[in-house]
Nanobody, 119 residues
Framework: QVQLVESGGGLVQAGGSLRLACAAS????????LAWFRQAPGQERSLVAA????????FYADSVKGRFTLSRDIVKNTLFLQLNTLKPDDTAIYYC????????????WGQGTQVTVSA
């Protein structure tokens, strides 16, 4: 069983920064890919960034490349997403998700954290 708990959302002005955290409670984190998705009102949930825990390889959506950065604390099984140069279009609920290596679908989801960027 994998539990994911997000923290770090909030309200920030355009151009500002936030850091989100996702704490994974799992005995086999090393076999997971952890990711951040976001969903804005009226829009579908979309993948923002992902990291393969075993080797640290990362993926970023084109819309956030150069502005968002993943990092991790291996001891605490925590994935971080640093959000810089935020835009109003980044406003969404951000979800941490996990999937087992080799799976196509993400099976584990956190409760989400709200990020609001004001103009």
């Amino acid at each position: 069983q994998v539990q994911l708990v997000e923290s770090g959302g909030g309200l920030v002005q355009a151009g500002g920064s936030l850091r989100l955290a996702c704490a994974a409670s799992a005995r086999t984190v090393n076999y997971l890919t952890l990711a951040w998705f976001r969903q804005a009102p009226g829009q579908e949930r979309s993948l923002v960034a992902a990291m393969s825990w075993s080797d640290g390889n990362t993926f970023y959506a084109d819309s956030v490349k150069g502005r968002f950065t993943l990092s991790r604390d291996i001891v605490k099984n925590t994935l971080f997403l640093q959000l810089n140069t935020l835009k109003p279009d980044d406003t969404a609920i951000y979800y941490c998700a996990g999937k087992r290596r080799g799976n196509a679908a993400y099976d584990y989801w956190g409760q989400g954290t709200q990020v609001t960027v004001s103009a």
